[in-house]
């Protein structure tokens, strides 16, 4: 079984990012054999590093031009109309984000490897990858993840359709994972120059799509399950986050080695947030799905996979931008924008 053009395309496109050797890792952004400069742990005004890297992200999604509908100038964008671009330049693709904090010592992450595979990284093995020299133990790492909403603008685009995907929820999945790409970066750069060292894992170039027996396609790591277990949202049936903002949001993580509390889980049951598994009701995703890939059995993955390959193909058809965007399970739900139960 292969994975689908799309996701190669994906991390084509990743890999596009990972450019120099220091300078990447520095940047959180490549997992080479690096060694860092010694540089003292210090944030602005002696802040709590957890306090001050939470903010950082906040200031960074509400102030930064990246964060909007417009194309982005890479190697995946193709030229648009000026005009209409400073349309949706002027469009927001996130709202304020929430961010939490997990253990890299949380044994959550080995149950992951257990049940997803033994590819799966834990927050120690991905930092190990990215310094090889710098000494760590799992109690000293910490994982960053954050819950980046969409905007109502985006939100509401797609709410609207049925069949085929709007153009404002292809340019945020597009062009704002292009922002959420660069916030990663920010995010793993500002922690290392401030003493602690930072990667973001779905950036290094070890990261990959992988075969898994029990969940068909997985990754060597998840964001979604970093925000997991960062106390930030449980599984819907259509197997999106459902977080105190909805689910209809990208995710970011970073692992660093430096303090932090962790983010209290405020729940036991991965699914606690879904209508469907917490009272047996709704099932609001199951009629949303074009390609009929959430059933009352869950989610399939491969025919989701089909269906994704179906917008790629409309969004360069009739929008000329390449790339997906599918997400109609993660609108016109009870759970698009909160917690339903």
């Known amino acids: 079984?292969?994975?689908?053009?799309?996701?190669?395309?994906?991390?084509?496109?990743?890999?596009?990012?990972?450019?120099?050797?220091?300078?990447?890792?520095?940047?959180?952004?490549?997992?080479?054999?690096?060694?860092?400069?010694?540089?003292?742990?210090?944030?602005?005004?002696?802040?709590?590093?957890?306090?001050?890297?939470?903010?950082?992200?906040?200031?960074?999604?509400?102030?930064?031009?990246?964060?909007?509908?417009?194309?982005?100038?890479?190697?995946?964008?193709?030229?648009?109309?000026?005009?209409?671009?400073?349309?949706?330049?002027?469009?927001?693709?996130?709202?304020?984000?929430?961010?939490?904090?997990?253990?890299?010592?949380?044994?959550?992450?080995?149950?992951?490897?257990?049940?997803?595979?033994?590819?799966?990284?834990?927050?120690?093995?991905?930092?190990?990858?990215?310094?090889?020299?710098?000494?760590?133990?799992?109690?000293?790492l910490t994982v960053v993840a954050y819950i980046l909403p969409a905007s109502e603008m985006v939100r509401s685009s797609l709410r609207k359709e049925t069949e085929n995907p709007a153009e404002a929820w292809v340019r945020a999945r597009i062009f704002g994972e292009l922002f959420n790409e660069d916030l990663r970066s920010h995010t793993a750069e500002l922690l290392t120059k401030a003493g602690y060292p930072a990667v973001a894992p779905v950036l290094v170039k070890e990261y990959r799509m992988m075969q898994s027996k029990e969940y068909v396609l997985a990754s060597t790591w998840s964001e979604r399950h970093a925000a997991y277990a960062a106390g930030l949202g449980t599984f819907g049936l259509c197997d999106a986050l459902i977080t105190?903002?909805?689910?209809?949001?990208?995710?970011?993580?970073?692992?660093?080695?430096?303090?932090?509390t962790a983010t209290p889980r405020p729940y036991t049951d991965h699914h606690a947030y879904c209508l469907h598994y917490a009272k047996g009701a709704c099932g609001a995703c199951i009629a949303r799905c074009a390609g009929k890939a959430v059933t009352a059995a869950g989610h399939d993955k491969m025919a989701c996979n089909k269906q994704l390959a179906v917008t790629t193909k409309y969004a360069k058809e009739v929008y000329n931008i390449d790339g997906y965007g599918c997400g109609f399970c993660q609108t016109g739900t009870p759970c698009e924008s909160r917690i339903p139960v």
């Open 1 to 140: 079984m292969e994975v689908v053009h799309f996701m190669k395309e994906e991390l084509d496109r990743r890999n596009f990012l990972k450019t120099s050797v220091c300078g990447a890792a520095i940047a959180g952004i490549a997992g080479v054999a690096c060694k860092l400069p010694q540089v003292f742990a210090q944030t602005p005004n002696n802040a709590p590093p957890s306090e001050w890297i939470a903010n950082a992200i906040r200031e960074y999604v509400t102030t930064s031009p990246g964060n909007s509908l417009k194309r982005r100038g890479d190697a995946n964008t193709n030229k648009g109309d000026e005009n209409d671009e400073k349309k949706w330049a002027a469009e927001k693709a996130w709202d304020e984000p929430l961010v939490g904090f997990a253990s890299g010592a949380d044994p959550i992450f080995n149950q992951y490897k257990e049940k997803v595979g033994e590819f799966h990284w834990t927050p120690l093995e991905i930092f190990k990858i990215a310094f090889p020299d710098t000494p760590a133990k799992p109690e000293e």
């Open 244 to 260: 105190p903002k909805g689910k209809a949001m990208r995710v970011g993580a970073v692992v660093a080695k430096m303090p932090a």
